[in-house]
């Protein structure tokens, strides 16, 4: 029988790793190479919250991070939005998106979608 638990933690190291592989390598890439984008962040905030505890400290900071790291890039889309929501708590969201009321990208600053297209 199966540890679940373990195969979901094994599950998230895995999602980790590749995550900061992709992320270290984007120096490396030439200029028509592909780089991280909105799907790659919202997925990695999907992996986050299906394979960590909720509210756990765990969740908190790879939701943290990967919102953060979304933004930096300007890939933050109405995915990642919705991904981030699915997973965050209230106080997280508050943290992330300050106090706005960001029902939408529109409720956001334009620097962090600025990279999404479409």
Do not use: I
Request: hydrophobic fraction near 35%; charged fraction near 35%.
């Amino acid at each position: 029988e199966r540890d679940w638990d373990a195969v979901r933690e094994e599950a998230y190291e895995v999602a980790e790793r590749t995550y900061d592989d992709l992320l270290s390598q984007e120096e490396d890439l030439g200029p028509r190479s592909p780089r991280p984008d909105h799907l790659f962040f919202a997925a990695m905030l999907r992996a986050v919250s299906s394979l960590t505890p909720p509210n756990s400290t765990e969740r908190r900071r790879g939701l943290e991070r990967t919102f953060d790291d979304a933004r930096d890039r300007g890939c933050v889309s109405a995915m990642v939005l919705g991904a981030l929501r699915e997973g965050a708590s209230r106080d997280v969201l508050e943290r992330l998106l300050g106090s706005r009321d960001a029902r939408d990208l529109g409720d956001l600053p334009g620097e962090w979608s600025k990279n999404v297209l479409g």
